[in-house]
């Protein structure tokens, strides 16, 4: 088996992106055991109890220069140490092409009353970076940083794809379940899905149920963290639930139709038509209220859905009655759920939909 050893340094800042970059590690590790490789992750808290002469800086050197892999996470500030890592890393880089450099800068908002002096040292990092021709990468969240940097692994260390990512008749459970899984990632990290979208709902058919549990929770993750600022992103999980739902249709997975109603409501060209359809078949599976709290939810998105394809409301006048009945019945069934906090769901800039409803059909109270 051959092992990859992977150095990571980051201000104490970015302590959740590295916290989330520890668990990309692992989870990659479960998933590339059946290649035959192993991530090893090094980190700054591996060296908390190391006692060396020479200083603790020095191991981190030593482990920098024994490193596959480099990489820099910075954010409002690169400290004395990151910068003499990083340094450290670039010239074993260019004298013996080990370990490879990456540099992931977290592209986020900052109060500016947080904005202190140190953040020219960030300046002057970057200026240095520019000097040296050597690029950095944008990230906005940790599951972004998570998908790019799995990506890079894949396009350094996955073997001829054809062959990885088909499946035969000598595959075995556990290669299938892995050929899934890294169809999922390809998904949802390319915006070209269109190679690998067949493939994928072939595997996810064939894999198991722990396998389909995981690419679900990839998916959900995918969708929550970009569904309002990365559209784009948040659009890529629509075929994995896709292939989810046609793999596995039975009635205890009501959440699989229910986020792929959510990805069809929010993302940039909406499709509320079809996603009030699944959220339909998602609240017919839950049943009703008391049985699951996804019930609510799902209520209070329909209820959006058939506003915002309503074409009386479309042209600012009152619904039709049969239309008023069912967005009432939903509305009235999701406060009975939320109670207080609905009415600060409606106030949300993507729900407003429902109070412009309320007020042109007159309704003051549910």
């Avoid at 990859?4 to 590339?32: P, Y």
């Avoid at 075929?239 to 205890?252: G, N, Q, T």
């Avoid at 759920?337 to 409606?346: D, L, Q, R, T, Y």
Wanted: aromatic share 12%.
């Amino acid at each position: 088996m051959q092992t990859i050893k992977i150095f990571l340094a980051s201000s104490d800042e970015l302590k959740d992106d590295r916290n989330g970059f520890q668990i990309l590690i692992a989870q990659l590790n479960q998933s590339w055991i059946a290649k035959d490789t192993f991530f090893n992750l090094i980190i700054w808290e591996d060296f908390v109890d190391a006692m060396s002469k020479t200083g603790l800086q020095s191991e981190y050197n030593k482990a920098i220069q024994e490193a596959d892999i480099f990489v820099l996470l910075f954010f409002t500030k690169v400290g004395k140490f990151s910068k003499e890592e990083f340094n450290k890393a670039f010239g074993a880089f260019r004298k013996s092409a080990k370990p490879l450099v990456y540099t992931y800068f977290k592209d986020d908002m900052i109060s500016t009353g947080k904005i202190g002096d140190e953040i020219k040292s960030l300046l002057e990092f970057k200026e240095m970076l520019d000097k040296r021709k050597h690029f950095y990468t944008r990230y906005k969240s940790t599951e972004d940083l998570k998908w790019q940097f799995s990506r890079q692994l894949e396009k350094l260390y996955t073997v001829k794809e054809n062959s990885l990512l088909e499946i035969t008749t000598k595959s075995t459970p556990e290669e299938i379940d892995t050929i899934a899984l890294a169809l999922t990632n390809k998904v949802l990290s390319y915006s070209n899905q269109q190679p690998y979208k067949k493939k994928l709902q072939i595997a996810v058919s064939k894999s198991s149920e722990m396998a389909r549990h995981t690419i679900y929770l990839l998916a959900l993750q995918t969708r929550r963290s970009n569904w309002y600022a990365n559209k784009d992103l948040m659009e890529r999980a629509i075929p994995v639930f896709e292939a989810l739902i046609k793999s596995d249709p039975r009635k205890d997975k009501h959440y699989y139709y229910g986020q792929l109603a959510y990805s069809l409501k929010d993302k940039r060209n909406p499709d509320c038509n079809k996603a009030k359809k699944y959220l339909d078949i998602a609240i017919e599976m839950v049943g009703g209220p008391g049985y699951d709290f996804a019930y609510y939810y799902y209520s209070f998105n329909r209820a959006l859905c058939i506003i915002k394809t309503d074409p009386e409301f479309l042209k600012g006048i009152k619904s039709r009655p049969e239309i008023k009945k069912m967005v009432l019945r939903d509305l009235k069934a999701a406060k009975s759920g939320f109670k207080s906090e609905f009415e600060e769901m409606i106030r949300q800039v993507s729900n407003t939909s429902i109070i412009n409803w309320l007020q042109i059909n007159n309704i003051k109270k549910l």
